[in-house]
């Protein structure tokens, strides 16, 4: 089965009990002029709602998805990060999302219908000369990335809307992916053990 990832730089909000809300996907041109929409199925996900770090399936997940919704055509999630001390990355993960050192999710799934863009009527606002519309399709998983934050101070929700309901604004909500370094950094990173030896891998490729 062909998993394909896609990006959201995304608002988050907290909620009582430490949870984060999020837009995981909506409806909005990504970098690869490809477009996601709903429905979706979530049954497959709901029995295993983990949410991973960085697509990273080797080591234990940071938290899990307490909620996972389609509002008005938005992919919305709810994550309770584990915090316990014997996950030292669910603590750091949780903490930056919450301040808003990481702002970002990517989503997993398997495609259901595929449109080409280019045989819409010229007159559908998805009509382009590139990409591919999706829809019914299967989210699989849901990760948290680091990518750089919207500095757009507003809630996932209201900051969706507006965007979904101002076409000169939906540029800001595309999808954004992580260009491969030039070559390895000089320094110690000491977050470095955390990803896979090409942690772009799945960041920028497909896998069957």
Known sequence: M?????YMQVETREAEGGTVTVIASAPTEDRMDDIVEAPWKL???KANPVIQWAHRYDIPPVGR???VTVEDGLLMATIEFDEADTNPLGQTVASQMRRGFLNAVSVGFAPGETIDRRSLPEDDPRHNDRGLVF????LLEISVVPIP???DPRSAAERA?????????????KGILLAEPAGEP????P??????????FSLLGQSD
């Not at 809307?161 to 909500?173: G, I, Q, S, T, V």
């Not at 000089?186 to 990173?189: F, P, Y």
């Open 65 to 67: 998805a307490t909620s």
């Open 135 to 138: 829809r019914g399709s299967e």
């Open 2 to 6: 062909k998993t394909i990832q896609r």
């Open 149 to 151: 934050a919207n500095p």
């Open 43 to 45: 049954d497959r996900f």
């Open 186 to 189: 000089e320094a110690v990173d």
């Open 191 to 200: 977050m470095a053990g955390l990803f896979a030896p090409d942690p772009l």
């Open 161 to 173: 809307r507006e965007l979904l309901a101002d076409p000169e604004l939906r540029a800001e909500a």
